[in-house]
């Protein structure tokens, strides 16, 4: 990018917060099986997608329980259904990774306006932020509650930017995820891969304009334009 963007708009799981203790967590409600457990989090996000392609739409936690029961169900895993809820609601309490509250302290010094966007609850949200003192850096904070879809549907991010009111390419989105890289980029907006937790960007989608090791590096990059 040659320019600074109008908006910067963050992922906020996994890419602000770190969940792996709450993968913990489950993984000893699932006997101990981190396989499991990271299975887990893949099926909430391929269900959060079945729900879109049927024009469906459930609460993100409500999927999150759903594939904890799959997964458990399927293994023959016997569980407390409240416990296991309680756990994963646990997920709003995760602390954020250790760059993220400098990085975004020096972009709002810089003048740029931060929101978030994210495909959990917006009853999540304020806890998620609020909890690590970084809701004095955001200025709007949005859900796919708003929008009735799940990312990456190409109408979630443009939905976004019109609740924004601005374009798609006037947006830097930012995610640790290859498949929310993916969507963005598809209807035009720029973008930035955080690596996170060993995951990759998907191949045969488009490049992101940025590909950092974590929001420090990329925020000083920002900066600079």
């Known amino acids: 990018m040659n320019e600074r963007p109008k908006v910067i708009i963050l992922d906020i799981i996994e890419t602000l917060l770190d969940i792996e ?5 489950v993984a000893k409600l699932l006997n101990n099986r981190q396989d499991l457990s990271n ?19 459930h609460d993100f936690w409500k999927i999150a329980c759903a594939s904890f029961e799959m997964i458990a169900q399927s293994n023959h895993i016997e569980y407390d259904a409240n416990v296991a809820f309680e756990l994963i609601k646990g997920i709003n309490q995760s602390p954020a990774h250790a760059d993220v509250a400098d990085a975004l302290a020096s972009l709002k010094s810089a003048g740029y306006k931060l929101v978030t966007f994210t495909n959990a609850s917006k009853a999540g949200i304020h806890i998620q932020l609020s909890s690590n003192h970084l809701d004095q850096y955001i200025d709007q904070s949005l859900s796919t509650d708003d929008i009735g879809y799940f990312k990456p549907h190409p109408h979630t991010y443009i939905m976004t930017a019109k609740m924004l009111d601005v374009e798609p390419q006037d947006c830097l989105f930012i995610t640790s995820h290859g498949w929310d890289v993916a969507g963005a980029n598809t209807v035009g907006m720029h973008t930035a891969f ?30 600079a334009l």
């Open 21 to 25: 203790g709450i993968k913990g967590r």
């Open 39 to 57: 299975a887990w989090f893949a099926n909430i996000l391929l269900y959060a997608q079945v729900d879109t392609v049927r024009d469906a739409y």
């Open 194 to 223: 955080l690596h996170r937790n060993r995951y990759a960007l998907y191949p045969l989608a488009p490049k992101p304009d940025y590909n950092e090791v974590d929001l420090q590096a990329l925020a000083d990059k920002l900066i």
